[in-house]
């Protein structure tokens, strides 16, 4: 009984992760505009999601440098 269980929970867990897996990879980026209230540290900071603040990062990087 306790391996059925077991058993039970582990594919309901790979499931959620399946799901929020497949979700992450499904979903666009936003374009972010580059200017320079948008490179302060703060507000790269202030982004919420890590794909799109490493991307803001990036592009505030490239654009210092030109």
Do not use: E, W
């Given at each position: 009984?306790?391996?059925?269980t077991n058993?039970?929970?582990?594919?309901?867990?790979?499931?959620?992760?399946?799901?929020?897996?497949?979700?992450?990879?499904?979903?666009?980026?936003?374009?972010?505009?580059?200017?320079?209230?948008?490179?302060t540290?703060?507000?790269i900071?202030?982004?919420?999601d890590a794909?799109?603040?490493s991307?803001?990062?990036?592009?505030?990087?490239?654009?210092?440098?030109k």
């Amino acid at each position: 009984m306790k391996s059925k269980t077991n058993v039970l929970l582990t594919l309901a867990a790979a499931a959620l992760l399946g799901v929020f897996g497949y979700r992450s990879l499904a979903r666009q980026v936003q374009p972010v505009a580059v200017s320079a209230a948008s490179c302060t540290q703060d507000h790269i900071r202030s982004v919420g999601d890590a794909v799109q603040r490493s991307i803001l990062s990036a592009q505030c990087d490239k654009a210092a440098r030109k």
